[in-house]
């Protein structure tokens, strides 16, 4: 099993920027891509930001250019750096690692973030 803690999240303006990180512990060798999601009140989960096991990433297109993630093995944590926020990046923020043995995934208990005008 895997657990996920996300951490980061907040009140910005708009314009300002938020670095959001998710801790991973348990099995961690066993998983393989991660990802962002976030979720507004009352809408589907949407796809953020990927990140596979050798690095390479993805991006919404709401997001490219703006956001980055990124992935430090040695800590078992991934980031998602946030510039240029918007309002309607308000949402509250999930991590998700796929796990291999069971092709299943794993979720983070989700960080609000907040970006007012």
């Known amino acids: 099993q895997v657990q996920l803690v996300e951490s980061g999240g907040g009140l910005v303006q708009a314009g300002g920027s938020l670095r959001l990180s998710c801790a991973a512990s348990g099995s961690i060798f066993s998983v393989s891509n991660m990802g962002w999601y976030r979720q507004v009140s009352g809408e589907q989960r949407e796809w953020v930001a990927g990140?596979?096991?050798?690095?390479?990433?993805n991006y919404a297109d709401s997001v490219k250019g703006r956001f980055t993630i990124s992935r430090d093995h040695a800590k078992s944590t991934i980031y998602l750096q946030m510039n240029s926020l918007k309002p309607e990046d308000t949402a509250v923020y999930y991590c998700?690692?796929?796990?291999?043995?069971?092709?299943?995934?794993?979720w983070g208990q989700g960080t609000q973030v907040t970006v007012s005008s």
């Open positions: 990140i596979t096991r050798d690095g390479r990433t």
């Open positions: 998700k690692a796929d796990y291999r043995p069971t092709m299943s995934a794993y």
